[in-house]
């Protein structure tokens, strides 16, 4: 019996000891899966990611497809989303624009996100840096934009045009754009979380046991200040869609016959009381995009929380 | 964008001739329109006339202006000799009496001098009164190139203006001038108080109170101006006619875009006057169809929306000589060049973009001829190329050329691709109008990439994106010419094809050199008779036509503006400002 005793009370132990090891991903992945409104966000994100992907495989009627007959209809079964006033499907400019739009919004606050990560980790963290650092920071604040947009669109355009074709280069140039003048908040939102967890015990702690700068940073400070930036991140994604659109309204964009949700939004906007589900389609896309992409940073953000891991 | 454009182009224009140019008939004089229809009008029956402009003036002074709403909003203050009135010819309704001709002896025979009879006792608003002296002191601000004034094209080849009694004002042109009405008539001259302007000449012109604030001879005066915001008026009690105006007071608020005016003048009803609807027709006729509360005010003058073609060559490669008069466009000027243009002219779909995105009539008619506007002048023998429209025959006629199809879509012949860069300026009606394009010329062979520009840099000479650079294969804009065409047309000769020799500052886009061109203008400098200027104007027209310089889109309305149902006496003018005859408004 006493032997039996031992074996049960072992083995809890032992199960314990079987768990795969937890890694801060698994962990905030087996979180993130309790939170359902994530988890429909991410549902809703993917699935407009494979609706934009595999959309014209599947959906063959062109975007240039000019019907004059057919001008402002509303949705039909010929036209699920109608047309617009030169008689284009909206449903296929609204699956090529999203193309253009989740990759713009994605790739661009991927950039701003990595160059604000990057500054404001070194700003927070070595001290001699931090003043230059904050300074450049707030020189990139102060620049007045259009005036900007303008010269680096005409140093630029030409360049990255030749060098990898007008969609490439243009897409090139305009994610760059917008990531270039986007990361300064980032920049002192990590700053500012550095400042105070470089002063906390377990960096300390860290730093005691002989860790070099690079591991402190990456492994015990950046995953705790996650949380905000990827809060800022997921509202940059719907701000960067829409600063794409303003980019094409001022001509700085992707050429006018290129649909982007903003662009086809922007068009539409005149004829708002004529043919409303012309801004409807894209306006919706972009809402639910943005909406989609703000739950699963709320998720993520709950996520990576330490405090809150069970 | 016109009007941005009207003034970047003011080089060509403002200078033009006028049929009036003969030796052997008179120029006639026009009635006075909407004089008769004004006669119940009484001074200050009316209370606040609001006019809406959705660029907003930033000057007050005519001469400084940056844009026609400048231009515009001074009109109502400031006054030309004469206007140009709705049939092109001048209109005796500013400061001078009547107009001078060769008939009534105010034009020598030799095309030289104008002698102009000012009308008597007029005054300035500030009660003083106004002489030959306050028109010849215009001209010499005009004139002196230390001013820097937008007006001064009008000034150039002008010899002397001088004031031969108080009441006389004679012009004297260095060389017979046909165009003789060049000083003193419609948006160039208005004539200004020398005794405001007398300590600001030169230089310190633009640092003149009376820029925000000009004394004038016209029905109102300012009593506040916000810059870039609103001018307000009250009217002018020394104003000559008794009569006039009607209105006690003119809000004339700028800013907006044109929907949003559309939509104060056929919706809300907010304002009385709403100026340049350039609005789509798929929204401005529904707006202006059904409104109860105003009306689409229009006319046509000699406004064309064209597309030019290069004749240089436009390749970055090319370094420094980039778009140089002295390079040949790969395939628009070279061996098949005619062709390739043809071509390209016979994918070009004008009649759906006057239909479907200009509405049919509603602000423009498929367009044909580059000089138009004056019956007299309007060529005939384009009808026939400009109504066909096949992108198959385009097609076929490149193929039997030896422009084959690849298998990317693009014709292309002797490793040249018929690859073309179109740009134009930022603007929802030539975005869809390029739309358009694209697809017909796609469907032809060509490969068509899009680009558009803010229109105040594709205005600006300097600008490697602009009109004049035309660093691109074809570009899309609209001009408009001044009654008489010379020098309108003389902005495709030889020696003002553009480039980095003049800055970018002549008028020949196009790089086109064609001397049998070339001598027609030159015949037009000299030819008095009227009959042979018109088969002249007909024959330059028809080069330009043919030979596909230029492919003429849509013959646009020149004035497109919203007015209340209320308004009366609004006579508009395709020639001059559209504020030329603000005096007679009434309600």
Known sequence: MAATDVEIARLPASVELKRPARSLWSDAWHQFRRHRLAMAGLFTFVTLVVFVLVGPLVYHTRIDNIDFTMSLKGPSPEHLFGTDDLGRDMLARAILGGRVSIAVGITSVLLAITLGLTIGALAGYFVKLDSPLMRLTDLFLSLPILPLLLVIVYLFR??????????LGIFLMIVGVIGILNWMPVARLVRASFLSLKQKEFVEAARAV????????????????LSPVLVAATIGVGGAILTESTLSFLGLGFPSDTPTWGRLLFDAKDYIDIAPHWAFFPGFLIFLTVLSINYVGDGLRDALDPRKTS | MTNQWRRAAAVVAVAAMTLAACGTTPPAASSTPGASATVASKRGAGDDLKILYWQAPTILNAHLATGTKDSDAARLVTEPLASYGPDAKPLANGLAAEIPTVANGGVSADLLTVTWKLKQGVKWSDGTPFTADDVAFTFSLMADPKTAVSTSDAAEGVKSVVAKDANTVVVTYAAANPNIYQWGVGTCCYILQKKQFEAYQGEKLKDAPGNLKPIGTGPYVVDSFKSGDVVTYKMNDQFRDPNKPYFKSVTFKGGGDAPSAARAVFQTGDVDYAWNLQVEAGILKPMADTSSKGKLLTVYGSSVERILLNFADPSASLGDKRGEPDTKHPFFNGADGKIVRTALALATDRKTVAQQIYGDGLSGKPGCNIVTGVPDYESTATADFCSKFDTAAAGKMLDDAGWKLGSDNVRAK??????????????????KTQDIM???????????????????????????????????????????????????????????????????????????QNPAFDTIIDSLRSEKDPAKRATLFKQANDILILDVVIIPVVTRTQVTSGIANTLKNVVPTGWDSEMYAVQDFSK
Do not use: C
């Open chain 2, 438 to 512: 694209k697809k017909n010329w796609e469907a032809a062979g060509f490969k068509v990439e899009l680009k558009s520009v803010p229109a105040d840099v594709f205005f600006t000479n300097t600008s490697p994106d602009g009109a004049n650079h035309f660093w691109a294969d074809v570009e899309m804009f609209t001009n408009n010419s001044d009654p008489d065409f010379t020098n309108y047309l003389n902005g495709w000769t030889s020696k003002q094809a553009t480039g980095k020799a003049n800055n970018w500052n002549s008028a020949n886009y196009n790089r086109y």
């Open chain 2, 414 to 431: 002797g490793g040249i691709k018929l690859s073309i860069v179109y740009q134009t300026t930022v603007n929802a009606v030539r975005q």
């Open chain 1, 210 to 225: 002989g860790d070099p700068d690079s591991r402190i940073i990456m492994k015990h400070i950046i995953p705790n200040v």
């Open chain 1, 158 to 167: 030409d360049s990255l045009r030749a060098a990898f074709g007008p969609e």
